[in-house]
């Protein structure tokens, strides 16, 4: 019967046997069993986990990479570093939305990552291959010193166009791979895989299906269903682990990106290096991501909901595709997913989280530019964001403790799997730590501002750098807590059936923070107006706790 292994013609028996009673079968047997199935569910874990990493690997060598690119190609100025950062996240936010429906749109749940993985190669692959050619050999983001005049030849403003066009393409295939990850495969890999079979196999035998059954003798929650009223509660776990393996990949590879520039003295050979890495590595996330998907049952079950193919008529189809149709299409499916967001419950969260990137107090990206054009070198550059980020891992280990923690003390009944009040504990701690350490940050930064043409006064270069380095690192604690945290909620609160389009939305956001952050270090491109900046970032972390705190009361 449809549904049901069969081991061969008339096995009527076997497939009996299959769907019998739990209590009809051999304990040696279910015991063989049960040990087979953890072991599966392992291995997919296992092969998960290195699939996610050599993503996020790619993904996070290539955006410290840029950086050092943007700033050897066009040294001692920060208007391309801003085009660099305003096209790829403006890019987000007009299609992180259209994407995410992309993405819901597939009843397979492996075919938009796979399509999401081989046009991140692709992009990256060729955008290494385009930096490698206006890159100046003077190596200005190697040299302090240089003061060399930069070439706007016409050639290299053309291939500096044809990057940010590839780094827009690239930027969306990382969005569509974080949505379906995040949002629809972790939930789906938290849930033990074999209780549906079990729950069949506790049906009397030789029942259909899709024909009423008794209650399994396992509670299993079903696709559609809200994940709050029943979710395993070892997701915090899984959020943990792939949010360690991100701030791991994020250690190691700037490290490794880092060493190979110094080491070969140019950012050419980086470039050839990160170009031949991502056709290795390619094929390698294609064949595990393949096999998580083949291991989980729950991954192979088509979407409910989802469309793939039109029904209407080619004539219809030609009537659709004319720019205005089409534009009013696309601005009716976008007008759906922000209804969805805005009367979601988990709406203050998400732009609380999604306000973070707006922040430039964090040493990475705009900060990162901002510390090349002041002629910092980059080795201390580069320790300082290895420092911050073992504070960020350190976060991930530290946030699954304290939300368990605090469900012991107030003695959470076991029937809430969902942790909800341990989250607004820990979420609420989270953004208030880093609040208040960033209250010593953004006053470095005015006094060192006011001193000094390159924001940093000479007398002081070991001190005040030293203590800023330091504040800042330890802040990281608190938006990496709260980005765990953040995401567990949209896990439980928004329905499947509605979540990838919800996350869409929220990615649209976060880039669009990004977006405003990039142009806000245009407007204070120089050293000594980099302090307004930073005062407009620590505001809006304020903005970011005081909208949690209300989201945390209404809860109550």
């Given at each position: ?135 100046q050999e003077s190596e200005a983001c190697l040299d302090p010193g240089f003061r060399g005049q930069p070439d706007v030849s016409t050639w290299k403003r053309t291939t ?156 219809e189809d030609q009537q659709v595709a004319t720019l205005s149709q089409r534009f009013k299409t696309d601005l009716t499916a976008w007008s759906h997913s922000l209804r ?90 989270g953004l208030s730590w880093q609040f208040i350490l960033l209250i010593p940050a953004t006053t470095l930064l005015m006094l060192l501002g006011n001193t000094s043409s ?103």
């Amino acid at each position: 019967m449809d549904g049901y292994r069969t081991f061969g013609p008339g096995s009527e028996d076997e497939d009996a046997t299959e769907t019998g009673s739990l209590r009809d079968r051999n304990p040696r047997e279910d015991s063989i069993e049960a040990r087979r199935r953890r072991n599966i569910d392992h291995a997919s874990l296992i092969a998960f986990y290195a699939g996610h990493a050599l993503f996020m690997a790619n993904n996070r060598g290539y955006e410290f990479a840029s950086v050092l690119f943007t700033a050897s190609a066009f040294p001692h100025t920060l208007v391309a570093a801003s085009l660099r950062g305003l096209s790829a996240h403006l890019a987000s936010v007009l299609f992180s939305p259209s994407v995410g429906r992309w993405c819901d749109a597939h009843a397979s749940r492996i075919r938009p990552v796979q399509i999401c993985i081989v046009m991140q190669r692709f992009c990256i692959a060729l955008a290494c291959l385009g930096w490698a050619l206006i890159v100046q050999e003077s190596e200005a983001c190697l040299d302090p010193g240089f003061r060399g005049q930069p070439d706007v030849s016409t050639w290299k403003r053309t291939t500096f166009a044809v990057l940010l066009l590839l780094g827009m393409l690239e930027r969306l295939s990382a969005v569509g791979n974080q949505i379906v990850v995040e949002r629809d495969w972790l939930p789906l890999l938290a849930e033990r895989n074999w209780l549906p079979r079990l729950a069949e196999r506790s049906s009397p035998s030789g029942t259909a299906p899709d024909s009423p059954s008794p209650k399994p003798l396992l509670h299993t929650t079903t696709e559609e269903d809200p994940l709050l009223s029943g979710k395993p509660p070892r997701l915090h776990n899984l959020n943990a682990t792939t949010k360690l393996i991100d701030l791991v990949t994020k250690l190691v590879t700037p490290l490794a990106v880092s060493a190979i520039a110094i080491g070969f003295t140019s950012t050419r050979w980086v470039a050839g290096i990160l170009a031949l890495t991502q056709l290795l590595s390619c094929p390698l996330e294609l064949y595990l991501t393949h096999l998580v998907w083949t291991a989980c049952p729950a991954l192979q079950k088509p979407k409910a909901g989802s469309q793939i193919t039109s029904a209407t008529s080619p004539e219809e189809d030609q009537q659709v595709a004319t720019l205005s149709q089409r534009f009013k299409t696309d601005l009716t499916a976008w007008s759906h997913s922000l209804r969805i967001y805005i009367r979601s419950t988990a709406l203050l969260p998400s732009l609380a989280f999604a306000l973070e990137p707006f922040s430039v107090l964090t040493l990475a990206g705009s900060m990162t530019s901002y510390l090349l054009v002041a002629q910092f070198p980059l080795t201390h550059i580069t320790a300082a964001r290895a420092a911050s980020t073992i504070v960020e891992i350190s976060s991930t280990i530290l946030t699954p403790l304290l939300i368990a923690w605090h469900s012991r003390r107030n003695k959470d009944p076991p029937e809430d799997p969902s942790n909800l009040r341990s989250l607004t504990f820990v979420g609420l701690l989270g953004l208030s730590w880093q609040f208040i350490l960033l209250i010593p940050a953004t006053t470095l930064l005015m006094l060192l501002g006011n001193t000094s043409s390159t924001g940093f006064p000479s007398a002081a270069a070991a001190k005040f750098p030293a203590i800023l380095f330091t504040t800042l690192a330890l802040s990281r604690l608190g938006p990496f807590a709260y980005s765990l945290v953040s995401q567990q909620i949209v896990q439980l609160q928004v329905p499947s059936h509605e979540r990838m389009q919800f996350s869409g939305v929220e990615m649209a956001l976060i880039d669009l923070s990004e977006l405003a952050r990039w142009g806000m270090l245009g407007i204070f491109g120089a050293p000594s107006q980099f302090r307004w900046a930073a005062v407009i970032s620590f505001c809006s972390v304020g903005l970011s706790v005081g909208m949690f705190a209300v989201w945390k009361e209404k809860k109550k």
